[in-house]
């Protein structure tokens, strides 16, 4: 058993949380302390069990009006798959046009998210 302590980034409150872990091969959360309210638990739960995260990142972009296009996952993914995710990223070269929502990427390293453009690049020439 251990304790890990947090500061809740769910709302503004940002609450000090202590969570009790049982530290087998699989954390598992047996006590939550210090939310105020549900979601903090939730999301401390989630922090310890399976934590989750986007990414944001860019990607280049041929025969643009900007070279780089800022791209983000549509979803979380879990923290253990980002750098599967970005070694996928890393290999996406665009050609312009791009518009923002475009999907880049879809499912990268098996996720259940898309890969999308954030920022439009209009074609030159």
Not at 112 to 120: H, M, S, Y
């Amino acid at each position: 058993m251990s304790t890990r302590e947090f500061t809740c980034v769910v709302c503004p409150n940002g609450c000090s949380i202590v969570v009790d872990v049982d530290n087998d091969e699989t954390p598992v959360v047996t006590r939550v302390q210090g939310n105020v309210c549900k979601r903090g638990e939730s999301w401390a739960r989630q922090e310890v069990e399976n934590p989750m995260r986007t990414i944001a990142s860019s990607v280049p972009v041929c025969c643009g009006d900007f070279p780089l296009a800022s791209v983000r996952t549509s979803r979380p993914i879990p923290l253990a798959k980002i750098r599967e995710v970005m070694d996928e990223i890393r290999k996406v070269s665009l050609e312009a046009p791009v518009e923002i929502g475009d999907v880049v990427l879809p499912a990268p390293a098996g996720c259940d998210t898309e890969v999308i453009a954030t920022r439009r690049v209009r074609k030159v020439g």
